[in-house]
């Protein structure tokens, strides 16, 4: 049986259920089940809180309702969506009870007011209040046959629980199963939701898909919109074109637009960004407003707020990067501590790694560039190539470790394995193994004298004499074979020391010898040599004159007198 009563601000939807143990048409039960629904008053009615309620039944005689012949009560009954249950008999047995005798149930919530009393009567089957559990005979809660509903409405066609929507089709074309799922105003089409709440909010939004508790829970006119997790998409509104497949996936997009976050909390603070795609566990987590940004890999991207078109493959790849742009990182820990560079290309693992404000720097191989921090336009290609580099500009390393000597250094050039350059302007080819530099043609460089100036002359007899106090030796570079790798010259602290400076500047230095200046040399060596030639062969013909004169004048002496 079924009643609603008010007392003290509450109403009480009953069920009355009868229990049958070893019940006959002669016997008193010996419990009976009962069940209710607290709802508090008020049209229409509404659930009270969930908790736990005193309930206090007694039981009347029909004939005598002044006294009550049985007093029962349950404290901190448990209340759920307004539905509690309780077997009477279970601490007051009924057996005192005489079964032909009408009687009327009383019920105190909390101490409060008796309810009006009902009247009890035994059956040996029960309904479940808000519950089917037999239909036209059936057992064990199957249903034969078909259910039919007509096409939801406002007030027909929907299978609800507890009071709230759970199945229907409201609108056209549309499929809601779950608590609150959808609703019975909106005009979107060709909408699918499955859960609670799911799509709850819609009103013209149309195309939407969404899978999970609070999934599209907020949108009202946003299209195309695909949301499988538990809250994806939940705040999103008029964004459409979206796709979130994780629990919490693009959780704070409002109106951001063809987003695509795969994995938990991709995405998850995106709020108007657009046009970003994100794959894997936190990948793109903090972005907010930037766009056209790509992260696959677990926290790929994850600082990112408002920076646009970075693309960031690989676990924490530009993970730190928070407004940096058009950054490209491809390995494990690639870019990850880049906040506001822009213009970075890192691939390989650790490439670019300690990089926070650098720019337009390019580093590819493992650990490539990976000390950089604000160093910009430097290039690093090979294993730990450009490591040591700082904040360093406008440099290169080319090889497996190829390097600088200072983080500090600008426009320095190191090519081939282990190569290192020691200067800012200079460049570097191979390492203190090499023994041979070798090229089709000579080596060519720039003599053009529109691009000289502060020409001073040169003594060449001077540079002789200099020449001639040189250690002049054969040699080979320590750790080279002696017997295959030998050398001819001076050494490069006696050839400084002797044309190091010009009076003008220095040239050179102390533990290298410039090729182009030790030829310079040997031309003004020659050319003094050539003046002496010269002379020489003035001075010859000269003797030569002399000599035939005085043969001539000999040979005059040695005639005989005529």
Not at 163 to 172: A, E, I, K, N, V
Not at 341 to 361: D, K, M, Q, R, W
Request: with cysteine.
């Amino acid at each position: 049986m079924k009643s609603l009563r008010p007392i003290a601000g509450i109403t009480l939807l009953i069920g009355l259920i009868v229990g049958i143990d070893g019940v006959t048409r002669a016997e008193v039960p010996n419990t009976i089940s009962y069940q209710g629904i607290l709802t508090n008053a008020g049209l229409p009615p509404t659930v009270v809180p969930d908790g736990q309620y005193g309930l206090t039944f007694k039981l009347y005689a029909l004939s005598d309702e002044a006294t009550a012949v049985w007093t029962e009560t349950h404290a901190g009954v448990p209340v759920t969506e307004g539905r509690f249950w309780v077997e009477l008999g279970s601490v007051s047995p009924l057996s005192l009870l005489s079964f032909g005798t009408p009687y009327v149930l009383g019920v105190t919530v909390n101490g409060g007011t008796e309810l009006p009393r009902i009247p009890l009567t035994s059956s040996a089957y029960s309904l479940h209040s808000r519950r089917v559990t037999t239909i036209d005979g059936a057992t064990g809660g199957v249903i034969s046959g078909n259910l039919t509903l007509e096409n939801s409405s406002a007030s027909a066609g929907n299978i609800l629980k507890g009071g709230s929507l759970f199945m229907h089709d409201f609108g056209t074309a549309n499929t809601f199963v779950g608590s609150r799922a959808g609703n019975l105003t909106m005009t979107g089409s060709c909408n699918t939701g499955v859960g609670d709440s799911v799509l709850m909010n819609a009103t013209s939004g149309g195309f939407n898909t969404g899978i999970g508790f609070n999934a599209l829970m907020k949108n009202t006119s946003g299209v195309v919109n695909t949301a499988c997790g538990v809250g994806a998409l939940p705040e999103n509104t008029t964004g459409s074109g979206n796709t979130a497949c994780g629990a919490s996936a693009l959780q704070s997009n409002t109106t951001g637009y063809y987003n695509t976050a795969n994995g938990h909390l991709a995405l998850g603070l995106n709020t108007t960004g657009n046009g970003n795609t994100a794959s894997g566990r936190s990948a793109l987590q903090n972005n907010t407003i930037g766009f056209d940004n790509v992260a696959s890999g677990y926290y790929a991207l994850m600082s990112n707020t408002a920076g646009d078109s970075n693309v960031a493959f690989g676990t924490r790849a530009l993970y730190l990067n928070t407004t940096g742009a058009k950054n490209t990182a491809c390995g494990a820990g690639a870019l990850s501590g880049n906040s506001t560079g822009i213009g970075n290309t890192a691939s390989g693992y650790g490439a670019l790694i300690a990089n926070t404000e650098g720019v337009e720097n390019t580093a590819t191989g493992r650990r490539a560039l990976a000390g950089n921090t604000t160093g910009d336009y430097n290039t690093g290609c090979g294993r730990d190539a450009l490591m040591n580099n700082t904040t360093g500009n406008r440099n290169t390393a080319i090889g497996y470790s190829a390097d600088v000597s200072s983080g500090s250094l600008t426009n320095a050039t190191a090519i081939g394995y282990n190569a290192s350059v020691n200067a800012s302007n200079k460049i570097r080819l191979g390492n203190t193994s090499v023994t041979v530099i070798e090229g089709q043609v000579a080596f060519t460089h720039t003599s053009d004298r529109n691009q000289k100036e502060n020409f001073r002359s040169v003594d060449g007899d001077e540079v002789l004499g200099k020449i001639r106090g040189l250690d002049l030796s054969s040699w080979n570079y320590i750790g080279h074979d002696s017997k295959r790798f030998r050398h001819y010259g001076p050494s490069a602290q006696d050839f400084f020391a002797a044309f190091g400076h010009d009076g003008a500047g220095t040239c050179g230095d102390s533990v290298t010898i410039n090729s182009g200046d030790m030829a310079g040399i040997m031309m003004i060596a020659i050319k003094a040599l050539e003046s002496r030639t010269a002379e020489n062969a003035e001075l010859r013909a000269r003797i030569e004159k002399l000599e035939r004169l005085i043969e001539g004048k000999l040979a005059d002496w040695e005639k005989p007198a005529e």
